[in-house]
Nanobody, 120 residues
Framework: QVQLVESGGGMVQAGDSLRLSCAASGRTFSIYRTGWFRQAPGKEREFVAAIKWSAGDKYADSVKGRFTISSNNAKNTVYLQMNSLKPEDTAVYYC??????????????WGQGTQVTVSS
């Protein structure tokens, strides 16, 4: 099993920045890809960004150029740097990990989520 713990959420104003962290523990050697998703009130969960532990990343169009996903393999941690935040970025952000490196494959493990609130 793999456990994921998110941190770094909070309440900020539009234009501010936040960095989310996702720390993995357990059978981390089985993880090949980690992603961030978000869910706003009354909306479905949506993909934000993903990174392969080997190389390569992917972003949703809505966050391209503003968000950056990165990883520290030694710390088993993935980060989501969020710049130029907008009120529409308000959501609970979830970290997810997959045993499959293909970007389209399902995720096997999920964190509990961290709240990000952006005020105008």
């Amino acid at each position: 099993q793999v456990q994921l713990v998110e941190s770094g959420g909070g309440m900020v104003q539009a234009g501010d920045s936040l960095r989310l962290s996702c720390a993995a523990s357990g059978r981390t050697f089985s993880i090949y890809r980690t992603g961030w998703f978000r869910q706003a009130p009354g909306k479905e969960r949506e993909f934000v960004a993903a990174i392969k532990w080997s190389a390569g990343d992917k972003y949703a169009d809505s966050v391209k150029g503003r968000f950056t996903i990165s990883s520290n393999n030694a710390k088993n941690t993935v980060y989501l740097q969020m710049n130029s935040l907008k009120p529409e970025d308000t959501a609970v952000y979830y970290c997810a990990a997959s045993r499959n490196q293909l970007f389209g494959a399902p995720y096997d493990y999920w964190g509990q989520g961290t709240q990000v609130t952006v005020s105008s």
